[in-house]
């Protein structure tokens, strides 16, 4: 059973990069077949999508991000990573990460069918 | 970016009563790429429904999704107590993949 898990600071100080990894276990990250992305949902909100990176290296972003966030990948220890940069408290969420699952849609086009527990990090000093 | 509205915000029923969840696009949603997630509190979002009328694995056919272009279903046949939650439409045909702010199906 595919599984993927969260880890980093719970907390972050305003103008400062939130890191976080996502450790994939009970499958190979690196089959050609799937992408990685990562979703955030600020605390009793919506969910916003961030970005998704294929196992290869190629990434997409949400536009409202872009110039924040870097999304990448490390075959070898199985494990993603999200980098947003000149944090906010608008970006107090609880961050996820998440497979779009091309069996439900078409590569990077795809709905998510596995997610991770999601991890809280708040911007604040 | 094509923006999702759901309405209710919120739809009170008791179990075993039929629950009917909308999803409207801003533009067409291109292939029908429209899914429903299901929320529980502390929870992540479960994947319900994909390309806006297919069951994901495991999900009980209790559950039917439908629609096409702008406007989408979600139908829960018989509310069971396990089903009261929040629930999220999503479109992943255009890049920015975004969410609707969901609907909370509580108990009455």
């Known amino acids: 059973q595919l599984q993927l898990q969260e880890s980093g600071p719970g907390l972050v100080k305003p103008s400062e990069t939130l890191s976080l990894t996502c450790t994939v276990s009970g499958g190979s990250i690196s089959s050609s077949s799937y992408y990685w992305g990562w979703v955030r949902q600020p605390p009793g909100k919506g969910l916003e999508w961030i970005g998704t990176i294929y196992y290869s290296g190629t990434t997409y972003y949400n536009p409202s991000l872009k110039s924040r966030v870097t999304i990448s990948v490390d075959t070898s220890k199985s494990q993603l990573f999200l980098k947003l940069s000149s944090v906010t408290a608008a970006d107090t969420a609880v961050y996820y990460c998440?497979?779009?699952?091309?069996?439900?849609?078409?590569?990077?086009?795809?709905?998510?069918?596995?997610w991770g527990q999601g991890t809280l990090v708040t911007v604040s000093s | 970016e094509i923006v999702l509205t759901q309405s209710p915000g919120t739809l009170s029923l008791s179990p075993g009563e039929r629950a009917t969840l909308s999803c409207r696009a801003s533009q067409s949603v291109s292939s029908s790429y429209l899914a429903w997630y299901q929320q529980e509190p502390g929870q992540a979002p479960r994947l319900l429904i994909y390309?806006?009328?297919s069951r994901a694995t495991g999900i009980p056919d209790r559950f039917s999704g439908s629609g096409s272009g702008t406007d989408f279903t979600l139908t829960i046949s018989r509310l069971e107590p396990e089903d009261f939650a929040v629930y999220y439409c999503?479109?992943?045909?255009?890049?920015?993949?975004?969410f609707g702010p969901g609907t909370k199906v509580d108990i009455k």
């Open positions: 390309g806006a009328s």
């Open positions: 998440a497979r779009p699952s091309s069996y439900y849609g078409s590569g990077s086009y795809s709905p998510f069918d596995y």
């Open positions: 999503q479109q992943y045909g255009s890049s920015p993949f975004t």
